[in-house]
C-alpha cells in the first residue's frame, strides 16, 4: 500500500511539473528587414546614431545617457513612459548596432530580456537592407500569464513595433530624398 501511494505521489509530481513546464515562457526570435531606397551610410546615420530614435514607432526623442564606456539611451515614448537601452556593441564599420533593454514597461513593449542587432548592408548600388534581429521573453515571466503578455500575444506585438519601425525609417530616409 505504501509503494502505491508512493508511486501515486511521484506520478502526481512528474504530471505538475510537466503542466508546469507548459507555461513556462520561451524564448522568442523575430528577424524583420526592409529595403530602403538610400544608400546605405546614409541609413546608417540615422540607425547608427541611437540617440535619433524618432523613427520608431511610438517614440517621441531619444537622449544619451551613461558614460562613454557604458552608452545608456533613453528613448521617452509619446505616452511619457520610458524604453531604457544599453548599448552593447556600436560597429560603424559593419554598420551593426547590438543593445539590451534595460526597462521598459510591458503595456508599452511585451517583452523581458529583450536583445537586438540592427544591421545595415548594400542592396544593389543605390540601396540599403536593414535587417531588425530580437530576441526576449514574454512580458509576464512566470507561468500563466493575462492573455495579453502570453508567449504568442508578446511575439506579435513586439514583431508589429519592430515592422512599424522599419517601415518609419523606410518612408523618413525614401521621403528626404537620401
Do not use: C
Not at 535619433?52 to 537622449?63: C, H, L, Q, S, T
Amino acid at each position: 500500500m505504501k509503494r502505491i501511494a508512493l508511486l501515486a505521489a511521484a506520478a502526481l509530481a512528474v504530471t505538475t511539473i510537466g503542466a508546469e513546464a507548459q507555461h513556462a515562457p520561451t524564448r522568442r526570435k523575430i528577424v524583420e528587414t526592409v529595403a530602403i531606397d538610400a544608400l546605405p551610410e546614409k541609413v546608417w546615420a540615422v540607425v547608427g546614431n541611437p540617440a535619433d530614435a524618432a523613427w520608431i514607432k511610438n517614440v517621441a526623442r531619444g537622449e544619451r545617457q551613461g558614460s562613454p564606456d557604458r552608452p545608456v539611451f533613453r528613448l521617452t515614448l509619446k505616452n511619457g513612459h520610458a524604453i531604457v537601452e544599453e548599448s552593447r556593441k556600436l560597429d560603424p564599420e559593419h554598420m551593426s548596432f547590438a543593445y539590451y533593454i534595460l526597462e521598459n514597461e510591458v503595456t508599452d513593449l511585451p517583452a523581458k530580456d529583450y536583445s537586438a542587432t540592427i544591421s545595415v548592408r548594400p542592396e544593389g548600388e543605390h540601396a540599403a537592407r536593414v535587417e531588425w534581429k530580437a530576441a526576449f521573453y514574454r512580458g509576464h515571466p512566470n507561468n500563466d500569464p493575462p492573455p495579453e503578455l502570453n508567449d504568442e500575444n508578446s511575439e506579435k506585438r513586439v514583431r508589429a513595433w519592430i515592422h512599424a519601425s522599419l517601415e518609419n525609417l523606410k518612408v523618413r530616409l525614401e521621403k528626404s530624398g537620401s
